[in-house]
C-alpha cells in the first residue's frame, strides 16, 4: 500500500490490532464506499472504506446500533475512525440472497423472511429513532426529479422544458398524499437482495441488513416495493402477490389504501432509479447499471397503470412516449 489513503488505512488496522491480517477486497457499491474482508487466523472481520467528504459513516454507525437494538441483524461496530471514513466491521458471511438465489435456494423462504423483517418494523413502534430525518415531499420530489434530470438529456440530447418540469413537480406532489395512506416507519431504502443475507440465526435475526445508511422516516410501503419490484432481476407476480399479502396480515393495513401507497412508492423509486443508472454512467463512468433500465421501466409504466397515477401516465406518455424510453449510450 503507497497511496495516502491505504497508508491510513494500514495505521488504523494496526492500532486496531489487525495490523497483520490479510486484506483482499470484499465489495464496492454504487457510492464511494469500498469493502474489504481482514483475516486473522480464525477470526475475520470487515473493513469499510468510506472516504470524507463523498462519505460520512456516522449513520451507518448509528444505524447499525439502531438495528441491533431493536433485535435485527446489522453487523456490529468493532472500530470506528470516523474522520478518515474507516469501520471495522462484524463479518456477516457470504451468504447474500443474490447468491443464494443463484445458487438455487428456496426463493419463497427468503424473501418471506425479509417481508417479516419489514412487517416487524412497520409494526413496531420503537423503529423510528427520534432523530430521524423525514422522507418528506421535498426529498421524494428531488429523487423523482433525476429522471428528468439525467435520463431524458442522455437519451435525447435535450433538456426538459420549463413548463414540462413543472407539470411533473405539481403531478408528483398531488399523489404523495396517497404514498402517506401506509403507516410511517422506518425506511432503510436500500431493501433488495444485494443488501440482504441469510443467517444462521433464529427468527428474524437470520436476516442479515447491509446497506442502511440512508434511512429515513416515510411510508412502510417504500421498502417492499424496493424488495418486490426489484431494479435488478425479475420476480415471480405470483410470488409478489403472496408477500403483499403476508405483509398485510401482519401490518393490518386496508387493500386499497396499500395499493394506492405501493403505486405512487413504486412509480417514485422507478424513476429515481432511472435517474440514478443514467447518472452513474455519465457522471461516474459505472455504465453497468444501464442494463437494467428496461426492466424498471417496465416496472414504472406497471405502476402508472394504477388509476390514482393516470395524469401522472399522460405527462409521461407527452413527455417521454414509449418508443423514446430507451437505454442512454453510457
Given at each position: 500500500?503507497?497511496?495516502?489513503?491505504?497508508?491510513?488505512?494500514?495505521?488504523?488496522?494496526?492500532?486496531?490490532?489487525?495490523?497483520?491480517?490479510?486484506?483482499?477486497?470484499?465489495?464496492?457499491?454504487?457510492?464511494?464506499?469500498?469493502?474489504?474482508?481482514?483475516?486473522?487466523?480464525e477470526q475475520r472481520a470487515v473493513?469499510?472504506?468510506?472516504?470524507?467528504?463523498?462519505?460520512?459513516?456516522?449513520?451507518?454507525?448509528?444505524?447499525?446500533?439502531?438495528l441491533v437494538g431493536l433485535g435485527?441483524?446489522?453487523?456490529?461496530?468493532?472500530?470506528?475512525?470516523?474522520?478518515?471514513?474507516?469501520?471495522?466491521?462484524?463479518?456477516?458471511?457470504?451468504?447474500?440472497?443474490?447468491?443464494?438465489?443463484?445458487?438455487?435456494?428456496?426463493?419463497?423462504?427468503?424473501?418471506?423472511?425479509?417481508?417479516?423483517?419489514?412487517?416487524?418494523?412497520?409494526?413496531?413502534?420503537?423503529?423510528?429513532?427520534?432523530?430521524?430525518?423525514?422522507?418528506?415531499?421535498?426529498?421524494?420530489?428531488?429523487?423523482?426529479?433525476?429522471?428528468?434530470?439525467?435520463?431524458?438529456?442522455?437519451?435525447?440530447?435535450?433538456?426538459?422544458?420549463?413548463?414540462?418540469?413543472?407539470?411533473?413537480?405539481?403531478?408528483?406532489?398531488?399523489?404523495?398524499?396517497?404514498?402517506?395512506?401506509?403507516?410511517?416507519?422506518?425506511?432503510?431504502?436500500?431493501?433488495?437482495?444485494?443488501?440482504?443475507?441469510?443467517?444462521?440465526?433464529?427468527?428474524?435475526?437470520?436476516?442479515?441488513?447491509?446497506?442502511?445508511?440512508?434511512?429515513?422516516?416515510?411510508?412502510?410501503?417504500?421498502?417492499?416495493?424496493?424488495l418486490l419490484e426489484d431494479a435488478?432481476?425479475?420476480?415471480?407476480?405470483?410470488?409478489?402477490?403472496?408477500?403483499?399479502?403476508?405483509?398485510?396480515?401482519?401490518?393490518?393495513?386496508?387493500?386499497?389504501?396499500?395499493?394506492?401507497?405501493?403505486?405512487?412508492?413504486?412509480?417514485?423509486?422507478?424513476?429515481?432509479?432511472?435517474?440514478?443508472?443514467?447518472?452513474?454512467?455519465?457522471?461516474?463512468?459505472?455504465?453497468?447499471?444501464?442494463?437494467?433500465?428496461?426492466?424498471?421501466?417496465?416496472?414504472?409504466?406497471?405502476?402508472?397503470?394504477?388509476?390514482?397515477?393516470?395524469?401522472?401516465?399522460?405527462?409521461?406518455?407527452?413527455?417521454?412516449?414509449?418508443?423514446?424510453?430507451?437505454?442512454?449510450?453510457?
Amino acid at each position: 500500500m503507497t497511496s495516502p489513503r491505504a497508508s491510513l488505512i494500514t495505521s488504523f488496522l494496526a492500532a486496531q490490532g489487525w495490523g497483520e491480517a490479510t486484506i483482499r477486497p470484499l465489495a464496492s457499491d454504487a457510492s464511494f464506499r469500498h469493502y474489504h474482508r481482514l483475516s486473522r487466523g480464525e477470526q475475520r472481520a470487515v473493513l469499510m472504506d468510506a472516504p470524507p467528504p463523498q462519505e460520512d459513516v456516522r449513520p451507518f454507525v448509528a444505524m447499525a446500533r439502531h438495528l441491533v437494538g431493536l433485535g435485527l441483524s446489522a453487523p456490529r461496530l468493532l472500530a470506528s475512525d470516523v474522520e478518515h471514513g474507516f469501520l471495522l466491521l462484524e463479518d456477516l458471511g457470504d451468504l447474500t440472497y443474490t447468491r443464494q438465489l443463484a445458487a438455487g435456494a428456496d426463493e419463497g423462504a427468503l424473501y418471506a423472511l425479509a417481508t417479516d423483517v419489514l412487517a416487524e418494523i412497520a409494526t413496531n413502534p420503537q423503529a423510528i429513532p427520534v432523530d430521524l430525518p423525514v422522507y418528506d415531499d421535498e426529498k421524494l420530489l428531488t429523487e423523482v426529479g433525476l429522471l428528468t434530470e439525467w435520463y431524458v438529456p442522455a437519451l435525447t440530447g435535450q433538456p426538459v422544458s420549463a413548463d414540462a418540469q413543472a407539470q411533473y413537480a405539481a403531478l408528483w406532489r398531488k399523489l404523495f398524499p396517497l404514498a402517506r395512506l401506509a403507516p410511517s416507519t422506518l425506511v432503510l431504502r436500500d431493501f433488495h437482495v444485494d443488501n440482504l443475507m441469510r443467517l444462521d440465526r433464529p427468527g428474524l435475526a437470520a436476516c442479515g441488513l447491509l446497506d442502511f445508511q440512508d434511512a429515513l422516516a416515510g411510508p412502510a410501503t417504500y421498502d417492499l416495493v424496493s424488495l418486490l419490484e426489484d431494479a435488478r432481476r425479475d420476480i415471480d407476480p405470483l410470488l409478489i402477490e403472496r408477500m403483499k399479502q403476508r405483509w398485510l396480515a401482519r401490518v393490518g393495513l386496508d387493500r386499497v389504501c396499500f395499493e394506492s401507497s405501493w403505486a405512487v412508492m413504486a412509480a417514485q423509486r422507478h424513476a429515481k432509479v432511472i435517474g440514478i443508472f443514467t447518472r452513474l454512467a455519465h457522471r461516474d463512468g459505472k455504465p453497468g447499471y444501464l442494463g437494467h433500465i428496461p426492466r424498471v421501466w417496465r416496472l414504472l409504466e406497471r405502476a402508472l397503470a394504477h388509476p390514482a397515477l393516470v395524469s401522472l401516465a399522460d405527462w409521461f406518455e407527452r413527455e417521454i412516449p414509449p418508443d423514446r424510453r430507451g437505454v442512454p449510450t453510457p
